[in-house]
């Protein structure tokens, strides 16, 4: 990682770039009460990257010229966590350790829930319910309309995966781990993963476990399905492969894991599915596409300049769009071969994963802007920034959003563990505003979050 570069750790611990018998007003009854059935059930899902394959494709009006905040909302800590949107109403997670609930128009706080741990996760709207996973080491089911608890889970906990330091070897947490896993829905099923190394299956309406299955490391990937098998990736390296009604194993495939020191490991973007093929990025610097019916490769690619690839992919009709760390690039990948299409330059680490609509893809990035890119050609049609960009004394990221290389050096002088360092990320990204949270779309608006602690919806509506 660049970061880690610029500050310096020995050289050789160093991170480098890397969904006719009836009469007939009857019939015609039946048939509208069903549509109009059908259609409120599908408006009162809402999920990370939009639906159980994480297409992350939004039906709405793209969003092609300059956005205006239409309204923001402060909270009190970092938001990493995604918003969705159902119902007229916003959720989304801080780490404040609430959850929040706001209308969609103006932005009012209808009602919040706090929990004893921040909310990373990315909150799931499905049976009038609102679900999510917290730090404080549950799972949690809220009433849609109020906020009031229903009912909760508890995991064996929930913690920041831990890599080696890169000046003395020992074990810390990895500031690089932004996120926990998002729940998803399926048949009455609520499925998510944990960082006790669990998939869990819980019942949308108890919360009963139906089943888990461990892997052999922290699971913060947002497990995709299709038909009757369940993707997802872990920190032990591994893509996982699971038969959605019974939690066995259908296969396993093996990403590249560095365990010497701990650079060149884990997975924690999520899968994305189309047509029978899960795509998902690793930090092995590279991205996969597999055969869900039977596990095998159908393409690996590796020119993303040995950066990982932590963003999840959203699915157009025949490319798909990722982002990346260390690249500092926002791809555009022919979804058949794995042929890279073009990149488009983020100017910063780039965790964020994009939502696309007919015309244009949505990323976030850690200099503090959301970029609005038309996807056909890679251009970027505008820029908007974040509060916390647009103050920001530290300097970190120079006026255009590029990293100046001297201030970083000077910030990170005398420092000798990754604590230290833990703590100046920590600081630079609040500051500069990054967006790590993944924005949602609906009636050309576009929400997300920013580690100014910002809710944002901005809009180039009249």
Request: hydrophobic share 35%; proline share 3%.
């Amino acid at each position: 990682m660049i970061f880690n570069t610029i500050f310096a750790p020995p050289k050789n611990k160093t991170k480098m770039n890397f969904r006719p018998s009836f009469n007939l007003n009857i019939l015609i009854f039946l048939f509208a009460f069903s549509a109009c059935t059908n259609s409120e059930k599908q408006e009162s899902e809402a999920m990370f990257m939009n639906n159980a394959q994480h297409t992350s494709f939004y039906h709405s009006t793209p969003v092609k010229n300059q956005p205006r905040v239409l309204w923001k909302v402060k909270t009190n800590g970092q938001v990493i966590s995604s918003p969705v949107v159902a119902g007229g109403k916003v959720f989304v997670g801080s780490a404040d350790n609430k959850l929040y609930a706001l209308n969609e128009s103006d932005g009012e706080i209808l009602w919040t829930f706090e929990t004893g741990g921040a909310i990373n996760s990315t909150p799931l709207i499905a049976g009038g319910k609102v679900l999510f996973l917290s730090y404080d080491g549950f799972f949690y089911a809220l009433d849609q309309n109020t906020g009031d608890p229903v009912w909760k889970f508890k995991t064996g906990g929930e913690s920041v995966f831990k890599v080696k330091d890169y000046f003395n070897g020992s074990f810390q947490p990895d500031f690089w781990d932004f996120y926990l896993s998002s729940a998803t829905v399926n048949n009455g099923t609520v499925y998510f993963g944990s960082s006790d190394s669990n998939i869990y299956a819980l019942d949308l309406e108890t919360g009963e476990k139906k089943w888990n299955y461990s892997t052999g490391g922290s699971v913060h990937s947002s497990p995709a399905i299709w038909e009757n098998s369940l993707v997802v990736g872990s920190w032990d390296s591994r893509v996982y492969c699971l038969d959605t009604e019974t939690g066995d194993k259908k296969w396993v495939y093996t990403t590249g894991r560095d365990t010497a020191s701990y650079i060149w490991l884990g997975i924690q973007a999520s899968p994305s599915i189309d047509n029978g093929v899960a795509y998902i990025g690793s930090r092995d610097a590279l991205f996969y596409a597999f055969d869900i019916s039977s596990g095998d490769t159908l393409w690996t690619k590796n020119e993303f300049n040995r950066s990982w690839m932590p963003s999840s992919a959203a699915i157009g009709s025949e490319n798909i769009y990722t982002g990346s760390s260390d690249s500092f690039s926002f791809f555009s990948i022919d979804k058949q071969t794995g042929a890279i299409n073009y990149s488009t330059s983020t100017k910063a680490y780039t965790f964020s994963s994009p939502a696309i609509d007919s015309e244009m893809a949505y990323i976030g990035s850690a200099n503090g802007r959301l970029y609005g890119i038309e996807h056909a050609t890679g251009d970027i049609k505008w820029t908007f920034q974040t509060e916390g960009s647009r103050t920001d004394t530290l300097g970190f990221f120079n006026e255009n959003g590029d990293v100046d290389i001297e201030r970083a050096r000077e910030l990170s002088d005398g420092i000798e563990d990754m604590p230290t360092l833990t703590k100046l990320y920590t600081r630079i990204f609040e500051k500069s505003g990054s967006v790590l949270s993944s924005p949602a779309i609906d009636n050309q608006v576009l929400y997300f979050g920013s580690s100014d602690g910002n809710i944002y919806a901005i809009t180039d509506k009249e």
